[in-house]
């Protein structure tokens, strides 16, 4: 599994999932959902979980329509969404819940296959903050969980060689995206970093700037092109023409 970002030792864990958190809300459980049409699925993720002393989920549902009841009622912190379920599928479900009214949206875990990966433009563009192949190991699954609960964002190596696979079928575009034009020189040399899928502390050393100075950074850089998290920035950054597969 490719991290795109680590947590640094200094960071606390799950503070960034929920900004307007205090510290001791930023203590608690990761609270989990999980939503597939299959209950094996549901069954098995969840028990793997709720084994685990710092995750608890908090509820289930077999497909989107129901999820985003499920995340009204229990105000979840990551929701692993399958694709593929009757009545509202995993996209759909995933744009309504990241477009739901308040501070607080859970991040979201897309569950897919090697035959689904047709949907991951879609689904970065909905908000997801990244993908988990559902034969992944157990301690694949719990990292996935824990890393989203932090704020950070993740592929799997599959996901990432057909986003490479893809952009490098692609024209280059002539010209870079005018909604790029909000960023500073500096922006921009982070921004290029953050899409070879350097950490912060990569970048830094690369940049001769501090850690500290990169986040301040990557967050304006969030802020100015209104993204969600490091893994819209790497696709924004393709697409806007910053960086091309190569690179």
Known sequence: MTIIESMSSSETPYSSAHPDSDSSASQRPIRVCIVDDQAMVRQGFGALLDAQSDVSVVGSAD?????MALVKRTDPDVVLMDIRMPRLNGLDATREILAMPGERRPRIIILTTFDADEYVFSALRAGASGFLLKDATAEDLVSAVRVVATGEALL???ITRKLIEDYATRPAPKKLSSTLNALTDRE?????????GETNAEIASRLFLSEQTVKTHVSRILNKLGLRDRTQVVVEAYESGLVSVGE
């Open 63 to 67: 497909d989107g329509a129901e999820a």
């Open 156 to 158: 799997s190596p599959s």
């Open 188 to 196: 921009l040399d982070v921004m290029r970093q953050v899409a070879t």
